[in-house]
């Protein structure tokens, strides 16, 4: 176990269970003075358990200095194993390499999910707002659409639209807005799923098996 600690501002208790969310700031009081999008964590999190070991976060309250703990496990004598039988084709599937389009204005957010989702071995392009989205789109076949629904020069929605004619095309919307009419219009546009901000990375891949497994399901229905 490794443990660093400082003398800072330290980390009030009650923020513990969520400090490692995206965009977790705090509090309001701390944002102006130190700024940042508060990813760092997220992201160091994320790698720690891709390895198999643990992150954690301590802190007495306010001007009291906080901790973070990384726990590594321990490598035994190799074990002797019986040889397991290759995976199920669904496994094979839900874990194959993606063409995938990511569309978001927020940079610290597209940056992010692009090299989480390339780790995993998908092949990404991204795209910051409608028009280079469609410019990308007209030079490069995709599997999966990825967008937020708040462009700078229009919609995800007229995103999803204008590309739901590519074959088997599957749709993730990411969106501020969680009502079920913000749902609908979603799934009305084209989208298989909906994903209401601020969006982990388990969840979006989540819902990346998900669109994969049902189009799936369609082509066996097709066929």
Known sequence: MIEVADEGIGIEPELLPRVFSMFEQGGPSTRPKFGGLRLGLTISRSIVEQ???HLGASGEGHGRGAALTLELPVLGAPISRPSLPPP???????????????????KDTLNYFSQMLM?????VRTASNLAMALRVASETDFEVLISDIELPDGSGLELMW????KDALKGIALSGFGWSDDVEQSHCAG??????KP?????LEEAIQRVMASSRVEGLVKN
């Open 162 to 165: 204008k590309l739901r004619s």
């Open 199 to 203: 969006v982990e990375f388990r969840h």
């Open 88 to 106: 199920t084709p669904d496994k094979r599937m839900s874990h194959r390499s993606l063409k995938i389009l990511m569309v978001e204005d927020n």
């Open 119 to 123: 780790q995993r071995g998908h092949v």
């Open 51 to 53: 390895h198999g070991s």
């Open 191 to 196: 989208f298989s799923e909906h994903l209401t």
